[in-house]
Nanobody, 127 residues
Framework: QLQLVESGGGLVQPGGSLRLSCVAS????????IAWFRQAPGKEREGVSC????????NYADSVKGRFTISRDSAKPTVYLQMNSLKPEDTAIYYC????????????????????WGLGTQVTVSS
């Protein structure tokens, strides 16, 4: 079974940047579309971004468009989430999720679309 591990979280001031990474053990990520989700305290988990297997299709939540960039490096293989201009409302636990079937289309933000999940990495945006 695919096991995902997130890293790169931490404490950052508003306006700062972080880069999250998602790697897999057991299988290569090359065959999977990958999404990032986040869950803030007291809120439901929400989709942040998705990237297709080839990297040719990406999607973003409206709240992060223009600030976050998802990418993948097939040589490693690793999926990244570059987060710029961070705001306090970006504070959450960030999870990566994977599935072989989805193509990051219209339902990319639905949790039930993904079979494999990591344990998350904490991102805190605060002065």
């Amino acid at each position: 079974q695919l096991q995902l591990v997130e890293s790169g979280g931490g404490l950052v001031q508003p306006g700062g940047s972080l880069r999250l990474s998602c790697v897999a053990s057991g299988f290569t990520l090359d065959y999977y579309s990958i999404a990032w989700f986040r869950q803030a305290p007291g809120k439901e988990r929400e989709g942040v971004s998705c990237i297709s297997r080839s990297g040719g299709r990406t999607n973003y939540a409206d709240s992060v468009k223009g600030r976050f960039t998802i990418s993948r490096d097939s040589a490693k293989p690793t999926v990244y989430l570059q987060m710029n201009s961070l705001k306090p409302e970006d504070t959450a636990i960030y999870y990566c999720a994977a599935d072989v079937r989805i193509v990051c289309g219209g339902s990319w933000y639905e949790q039930y679309e993904y079979d494999s999940w990591g344990l998350g990495t904490q991102v805190t945006v605060s002065s």
